[in-house]
């Protein structure tokens, strides 16, 4: 029996992390149709800020953040895709490293939330 690495266990919930993030905005997206409000991902992250247990799920969401950020660094820095050296295989990676990038500004969100850095109230 293989057992997996930290670094993919990391990798996978920080996809799931993603996933839901996703999941909150598309709610916010449906109820700001009936109700008003703003559909992004700052905003869902508010949202949930409000709810019971709100900053433990946006520390672990933050945590999964990070792990998929980290995934995102290792497949464009270190090509673990094994993209070819060619303009397009490149320009994979850029995207990529981008995503890392933007990705980590959204973590950086999340944690401050969690963490209670800003001092606003957000809801």
């Known amino acids: 029996m293989q057992t997996q690495s930290p670094f993919l266990w990391l990798s996978r919930s920080g996809y799931a992390a993603r996933g839901l993030v ?3 905005v598309a709610g916010l997206a449906l109820s700001s149709s009936i109700g008003g ?3 992004n991902s700052k905003s869902a992250l508010n949202v949930l800020l409000g709810q019971p247990f709100g900053r433990v799920w946006l520390g672990v969401i933050t945590i999964g953040l990070l792990g998929f950020i ?3 660094f290792a497949q464009s820095l270190a090509n673990s895709d094994g993209h070819p050296a060619t303009l397009k295989g490149y320009g994979i990676r850029v995207a990529l490293l981008i995503s890392a990038v933007t990705y980590s500004r959204l973590a950086i969100y999340a944690a401050s939330l969690a963490l209670a850095f800003d001092k606003q109230k957000r809801f």
Do not use: C, D, T
């Open 22 to 24: 996703y999941v909150l």
């Open 37 to 39: 409000g703003e559909p």
């Open 70 to 72: 980290a995934w995102r």
